[in-house]
């Protein structure tokens, strides 16, 4: 089983959907969770950071289940630029190394 | 710009050669990646530097692989006898000191080997 797992899409949503992605992760010791946002050929940047408690930012709100060991990351309202590919990390261990899901893809059409 | 950059932007080598690629992180941060991503992956960590100390290494990383950051400031990636299977997109990132800090992408050297 890979450490993290993510479905890849993609997500074909039409503009104003909500659309929700899923990523799970093996090793229960992991400690901190992000989402990265990849547009196509181009390099990842930082989305949100994923906290205990859940956090959102304007239209995206992330989730941590522990018990289940997934994230998630929930987009309201998509918009067109929204369209990129969404990696989950997870940092894991005393060195804390980062390990990063393949991604998800989400293509938002008008 | 203040941002992360690597030098080349592309390479194009013959198998066997090696190929040496660089990294200018940004100037604050001491934590500094390197990335490896091939088409429809995620980035594979591949080490990290906590200023000029190589901290980890991943366990996937053949000793055809060595990097150096030798006045915590830029790093190099060197790949000796370069093998098709080396093609990809490698990555550098930075960080300030803590791991939970976000890390900051250059745009990456895409490697082709023929």
């Known amino acids: 089983r890979k450490e993290v797992e993510q479905d890849p899409g993609p997500f074909n949503v039409p503009e104003g959907a909500t659309v929700a992605f899923n990523c799970t992760y093996s090793?229960?010791?992991?400690?901190?969770f992000f989402w990265y946002r990849q547009d196509c050929r181009k390099e990842p940047k930082l989305l949100m950071s994923v906290y205990s408690s859940g956090n959102e930012d304007g239209r995206f709100t992330a989730q941590l289940n522990r018990a289940s060991q997934y994230i998630s990351l929930l987009i309201r309202d998509s918009k067109l630029s929204d369209s990129a590919t969404y990696l989950c990390v997870v940092l894991t261990g005393g060195s804390y190394i980062p390990t990063f899901g393949r991604g998800t893809s989400l293509i938002v059409h008008p | 710009d203040t941002g992360v950059s690597q030098d080349p932007r592309h390479k194009i080598t013959k198998r066997g050669q090696n190929v040496t690629f660089r990294c200018d992180p940004i100037s604050e941060h001491n934590r500094l990646y390197w990335y490896r991503q091939t088409l429809g992956q995620g980035p594979e960590f591949l080490t990290y530097?906590?200023?000029?100390?190589?901290?980890?290494k991943s366990r996937l990383l053949s000793d055809r692989f060595s990097a150096e950051r030798p006045k915590g400031s830029f790093s190099t990636l060197e790949i000796q006898r370069t093998e098709q299977g080396d093609s990809a997109m490698y990555l550098c990132?930075?960080?300030?000191?803590?791991?939970?800090?976000?890390?900051?992408f250059g745009p990456g050297t895409r490697l082709l080997v023929l």
């Open positions: 530097f906590q200023n000029e100390a190589q901290l980890e």
């Open positions: 090793n229960s010791a992991s400690q901190s």
């Open positions: 990132a930075s960080s300030k000191d803590s791991p939970r800090e976000t890390q900051y």
